[in-house]
C-alpha cells in the first residue's frame, strides 16, 4: 500500500487542531485507502449493515473506542451522521476521528452548522506532485492523459472503459442517491461537454440546446457537479470596472484524465501540454490551499489572467506557461495598470531555478510549480 505522505501530513496536522476531520473528495480518489494506510487506525465501513448496528447507540460506541484513532468510512450511511460525529467531536476528545462520506452531506447547511467550530475539512484532490514521487511516477505527460485518480494512473495502458464505467457510477451512485435527478442522457451529455471544453468562459445558453433542458436546468446542472467536486468554477476577480468580465465563470474538469478522454486525445502534442498544465496547477493550488478561493482576471478587450489569488487584500497574479519562453507580458501589464499592488508569477514547467524579470514597469518570477507552491502556501 502506497502512503501518501503528503496527506497523511495533513491530516496529522488536522488532529492538532480538532479531534475530528471531514475527508471529502470524489470517487475512486483514494480516500479509503488514505484512511487504511494510517498507522494504528481502527476501521468501519459504514455501508455495511452489521457496521451501522454497531453505532445505533453512539455513546455506547464511542465508550469502547477511547483513546483511539477511528476511520468512519461512508458515513452518510447512517440515519444521523451529523448527530453522531458531534457526539464524538464535543464528548469523546480523546479520539482522533477521520470521517469520510458524500460531498453532499458536507455541503448540507445541517452538516456545516451542527458540526461548526468542530471539524478539519481536507479535501482529496486528484494526486498532486508529492504523490507522483510516492507512486514512484514523475512522467507529468503520463499524468496528464492518465489522470490523479490512483487506480487510474497506475494503469499500464489508458484506462479508455474506466473513464466511462466511472461515469455510469457517478451518476448511479452519486446523482440518482443523493439529488434525484431525471434526465441521465441530459446530464452526462452536460458533463461530456463541459469537459471536452474545460477552461473555458461558461455560458449556459451554450448548452442548452445540445443537452436538450432549459438554461436554468443547465445553471442548477453546474451547481451539482461543483458541489460533487467534478468541475472547479473559477469566478472573475473584479472591482465592478465597466471594463472588466464580472460574472461570468471559468469551468475546469476536475482530472486531467477524464478532460483528454472526452476531447479523445490518446497522444499528446505540444501544443497541448501548456493547456494542460494550467488544469495541474489549478490542482496544486486547491490541495495545498484547501480553498476555492482562487479566481480569473479577464477584461472586455480579451486581456486575461489564468489565477488570481487574493492574500490581505492584494491580488497575486499567475500565468501558466509550460515553457517559459512562451510568455507574453502585455496581459499582465494591463493587469497591473488597474491593479499596481501584488507579486506577479510565471509558471513553467521548463524552469529549474527562479529567477526575475522586469517588463518596462512590471517585475514578474519565473517559478516552476513546486516554487509557486512554497512561496504562495
Partial sequence: MVKRRFWIER???G?????LIWLSGVRRVGKTFLCKSISGVEYFDCELPRVRRLMEEPEGFWDELRGRTVVLDEVHRLDNPSEFLKIGADHYPD?????????TLGASKKFRDTLTGRKVELWLTPMVLEDMKDFGNMDIRHRFLFGGLPPFFLASEIPEREFQEWMDAYWAKDIQ????????????????LLLAQSGGVFKATR????????????????????ATYIVNVIRPFSTRRATEIVSAPKVYGFDTGFVCYFRGWSELRQEDLGYLFEHLVLNELYAHLQSRRIHYWRDKQGHEIDFVI???????????????EEFDPSNLRVFRRRYPEGKNYVVCHNIDRPYKRSFKDVEVRFVNLPHLIREIA
Fill in 310 to 324: 487574493l492574500k490581505s487584500g492584494t491580488p497575486i497574479a499567475i500565468e501558466c506557461k509550460w515553457r517559459a
Fill in 95 to 103: 479520539i482522533r476521528i477521520l470521517a469520510t462520506g458524500s460531498s
Fill in 11 to 13: 491530516i496529522l496536522e
Fill in 15 to 19: 488532529w492538532k487542531r480538532r479531534n
Fill in 207 to 226: 448548452f442548452a440546446a445540445a443537452c436538450e433542458v432549459s438554461r436554468t436546468t443547465i445553471t442548477n446542472y453546474l451547481s451539482v457537479l461543483e
Fill in 177 to 192: 442517491e443523493l439529488f434525484r435527478l431525471e434526465r441521465r442522457h441530459s446530464f452526462l451529455r452536460f458533463v461530456e
